[in-house]
């Protein structure tokens, strides 16, 4: 049984930083892109930052280029996201998510990925 495990959201201020961590099991890790998903209220879910199963190659949204980093850690299973410069408009639920590749890049598009996880809340006050 495959899951998804995300953690380190929380509440922080504008301009400050978090970083999220996934966790996957029931899966061979390194044979899965990954990605960072993110859901605001009302909103749909939007990609935000994805890497492929090698951690070489990432695509970022254009709203986080530049203060999100993405990384993962294939010996142990985990994805990462540093979220510095945090924004109000960064606020939503973030989801992890695995999409079976062993392509040279990754797709930040939903429909692309095959596992989610139940995600951890972000909240970035003004």
């Known amino acids: 049984q495959v899951q998804v495990v995300e953690s380190g959201g929380g509440l922080v201020q504008a301009g400050g930083s978090l970083n999220l961590s996934c966790t996957v099991s029931?899966?061979?890790?390194?044979?899965?892109?990954m990605g960072w998903f993110r859901q605001a209220p009302g909103k749909e879910r939007e990609g935000v930052s994805c890497?492929?199963?090698?951690?070489?190659?990432?695509v970022y949204a254009d709203s986080v280029k530049g203060r999100f980093t993405i990384s993962r850690d294939n010996n142990a299973n985990t994805l990462y996201l540093q979220m510095n410069s945090l924004k109000p408009q960064d606020t939503g639920m973030y989801y992890c998510?695995?999409?079976?590749?062993?392509?040279?890049?990754?797709?930040?598009?939903?429909?692309?990925?095959?596992?989610w996880g139940k995600g951890t809340l972000v909240t970035i006050s003004s």
């Open positions: 029931g899966l061979t890790f390194d044979d899965f892109a």
């Open positions: 998510a695995a999409a079976a590749s062993n392509g040279i890049s990754c797709d930040l598009e939903v429909d692309y990925m095959d596992y």
């Open positions: 890497v492929s199963w090698s951690g070489l190659n990432s």
